[in-house]
């Protein structure tokens, strides 16, 4: 089974950091270009950061200059580490890969940030 798991999600306070990690098993992600996505209750899903296959990032303006997108090709397909959190950055947090047709998205990490 191809699969990505997502870790590192938890209750953090205003201001904290977090790194989500994205865990891949049954498959080679390295020609996938890779994204994080988050969804909180009662709206869309948007995109928060991606990457290529060629390192090229890519962010939302709401997380610019806070969130950073990373490859750990020795462990994980994808990193996110998140700094300066703000209670609107509340959601699931899912990984996605994707290459040419291939779609693939884990299960999804809760980051809340509340005082």
């Known amino acids: 089974q191809v699969q990505l798991v997502e870790s590192g999600g938890g209750l953090v306070q205003p201001g904290g950091s977090l790194r989500l990690s994205c865990a891949a098993s049954?498959?080679?992600?390295?020609?996938?270009?890779m994204g994080w996505y988050r969804q909180a209750p009662g709206k869309e899903r948007e995109l928060v950061a991606t990457i290529t296959s060629g390192d090229i990032t890519n962010y939302a303006d709401s997380v610019k200059g806070r969130f950073t997108i990373s490859r750990d090709y020795a462990r994980n397909p994808v990193l996110l580490q998140m700094n300066s959190l703000k209670p609107e950055d509340t959601a699931v947090y899912l990984c996605n890969a994707r290459r040419g047709l291939f779609d693939l998205w884990g299960q999804g990490t809760q980051v809340t940030v509340s005082s």
């Open positions: 049954g498959g080679s992600f390295s020609l996938s270009a």
